[in-house]
């Protein structure tokens, strides 16, 4: 290929280069970026020209950086950090003329109970930007906020995590829940009812829930039987009320089970545990950052409304 001419190089074609390297599709790089699959490999064809490199190349899983691609990414992720920090000095934030993405990673539950407000809250003011929720990785979610994979996460901790700014959404407790007429809610629950039911629990991998849960009963000399693991609230409580014999059982969060309350009865548990707490994370980068300092506030500001669903 030709060498490189730069003046034909744009800030959206350098938006579709960095969704490429960090989807490593084209599809999700487009639903990243809210265009079409078409518009994206029309960018990529001209980002193609410019650097005189393939940049990209396709494989049976998506496609892959080249090494010069690679090697530009840091120098890229720099020009669109600097061109936000710019854009941001020459004049004030305003969510009401703003067209920015921002991306919030957090439960079904959250994004059931908060992406309507904050969409009403954009329709209030006339906004063009646009929010994109994704179920969250609790386990990557400092490097991914670290990364700017996404802008604010809502991650459920015992106490705040490191690595990252955070603030306090709100706390709860748990509760045991299971389908209505469940046997082992029928009266006070004891262990050796939460111990015998097969347990769904949330997440492929271990959680601290998980881990709290366990190490409270080992100190009983107790162990429960995890019968299967879902990515969603809304999966565990289908499960338990598939069957109207289903025996599954699951610990939630107070206001999540109330959420629930048509189809799920709840009881406390025979273990204390403690307190459940959602906090608001986000890079300390993006302190310099207004809309997604906006976005965090409107966040904050909704919270309470997590307790009223």
């Known amino acids: 290929m030709g060498q490189s001419d730069i003046r034909g190089l744009d800030l959206p074609m350098l938006r579709t280069f960095d969704a490429l390297l960090r989807e490593g599709s084209v599809s999700r790089a487009a639903a990243r970026l809210f265009l079409s699959q078409p518009a994206v490999s029309a960018s990529l064809k001209r980002l193609r020209e410019v650097f005189g490199d393939p940049l990209f190349t396709r494989t049976s899983h998506g496609i892959v950086p080249t090494p010069r691609a690679l090697a530009l990414a840091p120098r890229v992720e720099a020009v669109l950090h600097e061109m936000h920090k710019l854009m941001s000095l020459e004049q004030a934030f305003d969510p009401a003329t703003s067209d920015r993405i921002l991306r919030i990673t957090g439960s079904d539950h959250t994004c059931r109970v908060m992406l309507p407000l904050l969409c009403a809250e954009l329709t209030r003011l006339g906004s063009r930007m646009r929010l994109s929720w994704e179920l969250a990785d609790y ?171």
């Open 139 to 309: 386990g990557r979610l400092t490097e991914r906020l670290r990364k700017g994979d996404v802008d604010v996460g809502l991650h459920p901790r015992l106490s705040p995590a490191s690595g990252v700014e955070s603030t306090l959404l709100y706390d709860d407790s748990y509760v045991a829940v299971a389908r209505h007429g469940h046997p082992a809610l029928a009266a006070p629950m004891g262990l050796d009812a939460f111990c015998t039911a097969p347990h769904v629990v949330l997440g492929q991998t271990r959680s601290v829930l998980d881990d709290t849960v366990d190490q409270a009963l080992a100190r009983k000399g107790r162990q429960r039987l995890v019968q299967a693991a879902v990515a969603t609230f809304s999966q565990m409580v289908e499960l338990m009320c598939g069957d109207e014999h289903s025996a599954l059982i699951a610990v939630f969060p107070q206001r999540v089970a109330r959420h629930y309350a048509a189809q799920l009865a709840s009881a406390p548990l025979p273990v204390e545990l403690p307190d459940y707490r959602l906090y608001v994370c986000w890079a300390e980068r993006s302190n310099a950052d207004p809309a997604v300092l906006w976005l965090k506030d409107e966040i904050l500001q909704h919270g309470h409304a997590m307790g009223k669903d």
